[in-house]
Every structure is written in structure tokens, then in C-alpha cells.
């Protein structure tokens, strides 16, 4: 049997619709050469998952998205994926398919984290969802106490610039400026100083050489009277050691109980007792030793006047009985 042109231009035509037909359910997420092995996962909401989205164990591909739906009703909305799986893998009851990032520019995929419950899943069966955080919302979490502190950080610093303005009027900027004139001028008046110290130490170079040359001389002289000098200190060393070991301790204590006995004697001088006490005193010994001085030089100045009656002389030895007694 001849073939002809027209019928293999329609086996052609056939093969390219079927093709087709395969490709664009393949890109939809069905194989229609693979089993029909489902799982579903109802999340709250979904960002970026899109039919074909890779399914994912351990970062091994085992299937992809295959259909998304919303379901609920009223404000109460979920999304239901269905997966194709495309592996023959054992999936664990209660294990998890959670959304993640695949790469920095936004791309999902589906990672199921499998549990450690002995039964599995078959096909039909519904895994636990779970949504992991993006990466916008990991870094606007990040970025939002570093911002606060930025805010803050900006207001501290809008209120140091207040209070600088406030402070730094043009009186006190006219302070401050001739406070730096003044430590201008203290520099060139330490830099004039130290000039005249510069050209003092040119001018007194001989005298400094001298005096430095005179300390050398007594440094040495007190090197070379080192064993001297030693003998001086030993000797004055043990002379204090000497008068630490006499009895220096028993002559105080004896100067001590003197000066006790002589206070107690003036005390009993004080209080009369005793003949000096008696005559520090008494009046009567000083009034008795003045009236007898008032005799006596009643005494003497009778004497001087009329001697004769205390001195009784004649040269022939005749005594005048005729002369009156005064």
C-alpha cells in the first residue's frame, strides 16, 4: 500500500497537536504519562505559587503544583493546591508541605517536611500547610527596629542641633573665639619663653658645664667615701642603740615621781601645813618680824641719841648722879 503525501502530512499535523496538547498540560502541572498520585494542602493565603510550582523533599523534586483553587465562603477565603506527585515516594501522615523561597528574586516552591508517623499518606489525602516567612517580610521585620532606632537617633540629633543653636549665639561664639585667641596667645608666649630659656642656657653654657662638672666631683668623692660613710651611719647606729639600752625609761620615772613629791609638797604649802606652810601662810611671824623692826630702830636711833644710858664710861671713874634722866 502506497502512502500517501496528504497522509503523512496528517500523521504530522496529528503528532504536533498531541505534542501540544502534552506540553501545555505538562506546563499546567499534569503528566499524562505519569500516575495519578494527589495530595492537597489548603493554605490562608499564597504568594507567588503558580501551577507547575516544583514539590520539593530534602530539595529533591518529587512533583509540582498542579491545580489552585479558593474555596470558602464570605470573607472567610483559603486557596487549595492539588499536587502531582511524579516520584514514588512514602509521605508520612501529619507531615507538613510548607511554602518557601527558592531564590532572592520572589520564586516559591512547596518543601514537604515529613513527620515521624509510621502510616502514609495516599493519594487523595490532605497534608498540613504551613507558609514560611518571605524574604520581604523577613527583612522588613529586620529593618523595622533598626528604622525606630534610626527615627529616634535622627529626633536625638534634631534636638542636639536645637539646643547648639540656642547655645552658640554670637555672644558665645564671640567667646569662643577669643577663648582660641587667648590659647593662641598662650603658645607664642610659651614659644617666647622658650626662646629666652634657649638663649639663657646658650649664654650660662660655661656655668651649667661647671656645675654639672662640680656634681660629678661630689658624686665621685661620695663614691670614693662610701666605706666612710658607712662607718658614720654604723657608728651612729649603735650610738643609738646605746641610749636605747640605758636607763633612760627608770630616770624618767624617777624625774616623774620627784615632780609628783614636789606637787604634793606645794599642795600642803598651800593649805598651810607644815612650818612652811604655817609660814607662807600665817601673818603673824611677818607682823611679829615688823614690830620688832620698828623696836629695834627705836632702839638704834636711841642709842645714836643718848648712848649714855647704854654706855656708862668716866675717866676718873665717877659716875654724875646730878644729871637728869630724860
Excluded: C
Aim: charged letters at 25%; a positive charge.
Amino acid at each position: 500500500m502506497k502512502i500517501t503525501k496528504e497522509f503523512k502530512i496528517g500523521i504530522v499535523v496529528v503528532s504536533a497537536i498531541a505534542a501540544f496538547i502534552w506540553g501545555i498540560n505538562f506546563l499546567k502541572g499534569s503528566n499524562l504519562f505519569s500516575h495519578k498520585y494527589v495530595l492537597y494542602a489548603i493554605y490562608p493565603k499564597i504568594d507567588n505559587i503558580i501551577p507547575a510550582t516544583p514539590l520539593l523533599i530534602s530539595g529533591f523534586k518529587v512533583g509540582q503544583v498542579n491545580k489552585i483553587s479558593l474555596i470558602g465562603s464570605g470573607n472567610q477565603k483559603s486557596v487549595l493546591i492539588k499536587f502531582l506527585l511524579t516520584e514514588d515516594v512514602d509521605i508520612p501522615k501529619h507531615s507538613i508541605a510548607r511554602a518557601i523561597s527558592s531564590d532572592l528574586l520572589g520564586s516559591k516552591a512547596i518543601e514537604i517536611i515529613l513527620s515521624n508517623n509510621t502510616e502514609f499518606v495516599k493519594s487523595g489525602d490532605t497534608l498540613f500547610a504551613e507558609t514560611e516567612q518571605g524574604l520581604k517580610e523577613s527583612f522588613n521585620k529586620q529593618l523595622a527596629p533598626i528604622q525606630a532606632k534610626a527615627e529616634k537617633l535622627i529626633g536625638s540629633i534634631d534636638s542636639v542641633m536645637s539646643v547648639v543653636n540656642s547655645v552658640l549665639n554670637v555672644k558665645t561664639r564671640k567667646n569662643i573665639d577669643q577663648s582660641f585667641e587667648g590659647v593662641r596667645k598662650a603658645i607664642l608666649s610659651l614659644e617666647q619663653t622658650a626662646y629666652k630659656m634657649d638663649d639663657l642656657i646658650g649664654s650660662e653654657k660655661v656655668k651649667i658645664s661647671s656645675i654639672l662638672s662640680n656634681l660629678n666631683q661630689i658624686t665621685a668623692n661620695l663614691s670614693k667615701n662610701g666605706a666612710r660613710i658607712d662607718n658614720i651611719i654604723g657608728n651612729i647606729s649603735n650610738m643609738t642603740d646605746s641610749l636605747a639600752k640605758a636607763q633612760i625609761k627608770e630616770a624618767v620615772d624617777n624625774a616623774n615621781k620627784s615632780m609628783k613629791e614636789l606637787n604634793i609638797l606645794l599642795t600642803k604649802i598651800n593649805e598651810g601645813q607644815g612650818t612652811l606652810g604655817k609660814l607662807a601662810k600665817n601673818d603673824s611671824l611677818y607682823n611679829n618680824l615688823n614690830k620688832s623692826g620698828e623696836d629695834l630702830d627705836k632702839l638704834l636711833k636711841d642709842l645714836r641719841i643718848n648712848p649714855e644710858r647704854y654706855i656708862h664710861f668716866s675717866v676718873f671713874g665717877k659716875k654724875d648722879k646730878n644729871k637728869p634722866k630724860n
